[in-house]
């Protein structure tokens, strides 16, 4: 049982440069999140979903894009990559009564 | 949306010693779940432990049990017989019973000296 699994565990990029963070969990959750975490800060929900084909935006949406076409599958999309998108990106899952289980996370470094 | 609280940026506790971490939140819900989750300079989020409102009873988990009080609205963290390894950043989680989201407070960096 592997829980949360996200990828890539660490990223440079270039500015203006795009890539997509992978999130897949195998608990049959419905509910999966996308947040971010800045430098000694807390979590900032970035996009969430509540079942395969239903997105809505968290807090800080801007220059982020997601998609849920199966339960399993939560990729985080960051289209022409900006310094102030340096961060540490965590994807979660949960069932309805539970907490989060979280994945280990994943370092972006936009230079 | 609901807010959670702790307002102690940083703590620390001599190894062996008793240290408790304070979160308060504001709802209007009747029916909700709180959490504590470790963060390890790993940057791994762990749950710690968690409440059910609807609980009287506060949860403990080993070393580490809360005290909650749902009038005042206050959901501390006790760690006992502290460990080099408690140290961490913890943060305190709200989410509705019928909600999707969680609400996270902005965390509490805690020292443990040996």
């Known amino acids: 049982n592997a829980g949360v699994t996200q990828t890539p565990k660490f990223r440079i990029l270039k500015i203006g440069q795009s890539m997509t963070l992978q999130c897949t969990q195998d608990?049959?959750?419905?509910?999966m999140y996308w947040y971010r975490q800045d430098p000694g800060m807390g979590l900032k929900l970035i996009y969430y979903s509540v079942g395969a084909g239903i997105t809505d935006k968290g807090e800080v949406p801007n220059g982020y894009n997601v998609s849920r076409s199966t339960t399993e599958d939560f990729p985080l999309r960051l289209e022409l990559a900006a310094p102030s998108q340096t961060s540490v990106y965590f994807c979660a899952s949960t069932g309805q009564y539970y907490g989060y289980t979280f994945g280990s996370g994943t370092r972006l470094t936009v230079v | 949306a609901q807010t959670v609280t702790q307002s102690q940026p940083e703590m620390s506790v001599q190894e062996a010693e008793t240290v408790t971490l304070s979160c308060t939140y504001d709802?209007?819900?009747?029916?909700?779940?709180l959490f504590w989750y470790k963060q390890p300079p790993s940057r791994q989020m762990i749950l710690v432990i968690r409440?059910?409102?609807?609980?009287?009873q506060n949860a403990t988990e080993n070393r580490f049990s809360v005290n909650f009080q749902k009038a005042a609205k206050s959901f501390s963290l006790k760690i006992s017989d502290s460990q080099l390894g408690d140290a961490a950043m913890y943060f305190c989680?709200?989410?509705?019973?019928?909600?999707?989201?969680?609400?996270f407070g902005t965390g509490t960096s805690l020292t443990v000296i040996p």
């Open positions: 989680a709200y989410r509705s019973a019928n909600g999707n989201q969680f609400y």
């Open positions: 608990m049959n959750h419905n509910y």
């Open positions: 709802t209007s819900e009747s029916d909700y779940y």
């Open positions: 409440q059910e409102a609807y609980k009287q």
